[in-house]
């Protein structure tokens, strides 16, 4: 059953930061942009280490330091020492679902008692593609990193100048 509240908090959202937010956004729409930095190392077999760095809302930086382990399980030739990097993209859909939800569901001034998001995945171990976008920085290591993709693991590696370009090859496979 919905509980119709009217405080200051409704699920934990304090409603009247939510207010002045959207009202700062409407004044100034440059505010509404949220840029994210996180930086991933390689561990080891198939562990990383990714650091949550800062980041940008609406032009103003925000220092963060969040770690996030990830590994593959045994059976994928990992040591089953954190979740795997698709678990961890299905945990991360299902918080922005989340947050999406108990927000906006607080600012209809609805209690929620309890939230559950499912997420199942399939992953096809057949067709793995790896689909590299370089800067211009990084021109040189990202060619030679496609390259061992390729030869290493027989995946189809291809380094491309722009992310559109990438996901359009992604998607269908286009030379």
């Given amino acids: 059953m919905l509980n119709f509240v009217s405080s200051p908090h409704v699920n934990g959202i304090d409603l009247a930061a939510v207010s002045e937010t959207i009202e700062a956004i409407?004044?100034?729409?440059?505010?509404?942009q949220a840029t994210f930095e996180v930086t991933t190392r390689w561990a080891g077999q198939t562990r990383s280490e990714s650091v949550v760095e800062a980041f940008t809302l609406g032009g103003e930086r925000h220092e963060r330091q969040h770690r996030i382990l990830a590994d593959e399980p045994c059976e994928l030739l990992g040591t089953d020492s954190a979740p795997n990097p698709q678990e961890l993209l299905m945990a991360a859909f299902n918080a922005c679902i989340m947050v999406g939800y108990?927000?906006?569901?607080?600012?209809?001034?609805?209690?929620?008692?309890?939230?559950?998001?499912?997420?199942r995945g399939t992953l096809d171990l057949?067709?793995?593609?790896?689909a590299l976008v370089q800067t211009r920085h990084e021109r040189h290591h990202i060619d030679e990193l496609g390259t061992l993709l390729a030869m290493e693991q027989g995946a189809g590696a291809r380094v491309f100048p722009d992310e559109a370009s990438?996901?359009?090859w992604l998607r269908?496979?286009?030379d």
């Fill in 102 to 119: 108990v927000a906006n569901a607080a600012l209809r001034g609805i209690r929620l008692d309890s939230v559950e998001i499912r997420t």
């Fill in 166 to 168: 990438a996901l359009l």
């Fill in 172 to 174: 269908h496979g286009a």
């Fill in 126 to 130: 057949r067709g793995l593609r790896v």
């Fill in 26 to 32: 409407q004044e100034d729409p440059g505010k509404a």
